[in-house]
């Protein structure tokens, strides 16, 4: 991979424990170390994990000290929040169907 290369936010999301990364990550920055504290993977696995939601734009970096500290970068999932949206409508009419059907069920 180049450094030229960027995920998308999709790909990034696609893994679940990237996803829980940005869920611990909401609401403090945090260190590599400390990350790596919360899981039962090695810090270079962090590390990797960390890469691929920096280049998707959904975390930000910076050093302080000694330390590469992390924090979530929210406005990138503005994309997936669009992107859901135009599925509502099907789930709407899901939901009305369901309520239907039960409703009917109850006469």
């Known amino acids: 991979m180049t450094a030229a290369h960027h995920h998308d936010v999709f790909q990034a999301l696609?893994?679940?424990?990237?996803?829980?990364?940005?869920?611990?990550?909401?609401?403090?920055?945090?260190s590599i170390a400390?990350?790596?504290n919360e899981y039962p993977?090695?810090?270079?696995?962090v590390n990797k994990h960390l890469q691929v939601l920096?280049?998707?734009?959904l975390v930000t970096k910076g050093k302080i000290g000694r330390?590469?500290?992390?924090?979530?970068?929210?406005?990138?999932?503005l994309e997936v929040k669009d992107w859901l949206a135009f599925f509502e409508i099907?789930?709407?009419e899901q939901l009305d169907k369901l309520q239907q059907?039960?409703?009917?069920d109850d006469e």
């Open 54 to 57: 920096s280049e998707a734009g």
């Open 34 to 36: 400390a990350i790596t």
């Open 90 to 92: 099907y789930w709407d």
């Open 14 to 30: 696609a893994d679940p424990t990237r996803r829980s990364f940005l869920k611990l990550l909401a609401d403090k920055e945090m």
């Open 101 to 104: 059907f039960v409703e009917a």
């Open 41 to 45: 993977i090695t810090r270079t696995a």
């Open 67 to 77: 330390e590469m500290r992390y924090k979530l970068k929210p406005a990138p999932l």
